[in-house]
């Protein structure tokens, strides 16, 4: 079955740290990969997207995340961790190339960043 | 401005009553979404929209009515609302990936 899952649904890290937050998926088919950030009282905004190439993705707020398929997961890092960074981030995997395809969203991981 | 709008930002209403959340992109996306979000449950699609006047099922339905007469705007009807229904609403519309509106919370008494 397909499935997203983010490990932690709550991570917090001092600022400067490095921030890591895991996702692993299982699919059948490749996957085209996404992570998104959710701001108290906003929607969902794209940070990053994996469709196909270099495995090592760069997105927005110097955000990367790099596709593993032999560990099917899409971890998403950024060296050293900022006070606006504090957002819900939601792991996505789309499930074939068009529009038409299945979304899966992750469940969360609510990121907290210490002073 | 082009993007994806949803209204009412907020709208607090009662057990019973009927209510419709307005959703409407710039893009002329053929495929829109409609998801809920519930502490504990991330989001749940609740129906899409493959084109204008094709709607299907989401995971959770029940409870909900969509219509979609023109491409750009895809509204949700509780037509009956019920207070498991409090939520925040989020549309969506996909070229590829998605775009999501900046959400509708719902607050059923």
Redesign the interface.
């Known amino acids: 079955a397909q499935s997203v899952t983010q490990l932690g649904s709550h991570v917090s890290v001092s600022e400067g740290a490095l921030v890591l937050l895991r996702c692993n998926y299982s699919s059948s088919v490749p996957p085209y990969l996404f992570w998104y950030v959710q701001y108290p009282n906003q929607g969902l905004q794209l940070l990053l997207k994996y469709t196909t190439g270099a495995t090592l993705v760069k997105g927005i707020n110097g955000f990367e995340a790099e596709f593993k398929k032999s560990e099917t997961s899409f971890h998403l890092t950024k060296p050293s961790a900022h006070m606006s960074d504090a957002a819900e981030y939601f792991c996505a995997v789309r499930f074939g190339s068009s529009s038409a395809s299945k979304i899966i969203f992750g469940s969360g991981t609510r990121l907290s960043i210490r002073p | 401005d082009a993007g994806i709008t949803q209204s009412p930002r907020y709208k607090i209403t009662e057990t019973g009553r009927q209510v419709t959340l307005m959703c409407h992109q710039t893009w002329s996306?053929?495929?829109m979404f409609w998801y809920r979000q519930d502490l504990?449950?991330?989001?749940r699609l609740i129906y899409y929209s493959?084109a204008a006047d094709i709607t299907d099922k989401g995971e959770v339905p029940d409870g909900y009515v969509v219509s979609r007469s023109k491409t750009e705007n895809f509204p949700l009807t509780l037509e009956s609302a019920t207070r498991s229904q409090t939520s925040v609403y989020?549309c969506?519309s996909?070229?590829?990936?998605?775009?999501?509106?900046?959400?509708t919370?719902l607050t059923v008494t």
Not at chain 2, 94 to 103: D, K, L, N, R, V
């Open positions: 996306h053929s495929y504990g449950h991330g989001l493959a989020f969506a996909t070229e590829y990936e998605q775009y999501f509106g900046p959400g919370r």
